[in-house]
């Protein structure tokens, strides 16, 4: 029986593991120097961030102004006013995704709550993340998750930050990545079987 467990567990690692992440630059490495603090970039822009459409407003491509997810270069999505970014990947039709980020913000100035709207094939979901205890040095990244089923070969994934007022200190952006995964009913019924397995070996090993 635990040979089993484990060998369900490593067929979906590898299954997972093998899909490679279909966003470019995810983390904002590959871009024009932002500098040691950061620099203001306005849309519409196609060509500053490596992958990356600003479709409108403007953001800080930060550079070490404060502690990134990964890498040393992130978003913050409000530079001068909220913005949007979009880029566009190859999927396969009736496949389904997972995209993951990581989500902070900017904790220099109100609003303490800020919001992402993350859309990817017409699957639209708002996060939030709220800045109270945390410091550019302890930005306290979270990390966000969206599945949706592609409806086409291209796929637009978008971020659009709606914090609202002052437009100044938005959410914070990095590390974000798309990979081909199973349904999502799939992964609950292995999970959940797996821990039926699990449950009933402890009350075998009792009676």
């Excluded at 404060?66 to 530079?79: C, I, K, N, V």
């Excluded at 970014?85 to 902070?104: C, D, E, K, P, W």
Aim: glycine share 12%; proline share 4%; charged share 15%.
């Amino acid at each position: 029986m635990k040979k089993l467990i484990l060998t369900a567990i490593m067929i979906f690692a590898v299954t997972t593991a093998a899909n490679a992440n279909l966003i470019t630059n995810g983390s904002f490495e590959n871009g024009i120097d932002p500098g040691a603090s950061f620099k203001t970039i306005s849309g519409p822009d196609n060509s500053s961030i490596t992958g990356w459409e600003i479709l409108y407003g403007s953001v800080d491509y930060i550079g070490g102004y404060w502690q990134a997810a990964d890498g040393s270069r992130s978003l913050d999505m409000e530079g001068n006013s909220p913005s949007a970014i979009r880029q566009s990947i190859n999927t396969v039709v009736g496949q389904h995704y997972l995209l993951t980020f990581y989500m902070a913000g900017n904790p220099d100035g109100l609003p303490s709550t800020k919001v992402l709207l993350t859309t990817a094939d017409g699957t639209s979901q708002q996060f939030n993340f709220t800045t109270t205890g945390h410091s550019k040095t302890n930005m306290g990244w979270a990390l966000m998750t969206l599945y949706f089923t592609a409806t086409g070969t291209e796929t637009a994934i978008t971020f659009a930050d709606e914090s609202g007022d002052p437009g100044y200190y938005g959410a914070a952006l990095d590390n974000i990545s798309v990979n081909a995964v199973p349904e999502p009913c799939t992964m609950l019924l292995l999970g959940s079987g797996l821990a039926g397995v699990a449950a009933f070996r402890r009350k075998f090993k009792k009676a």
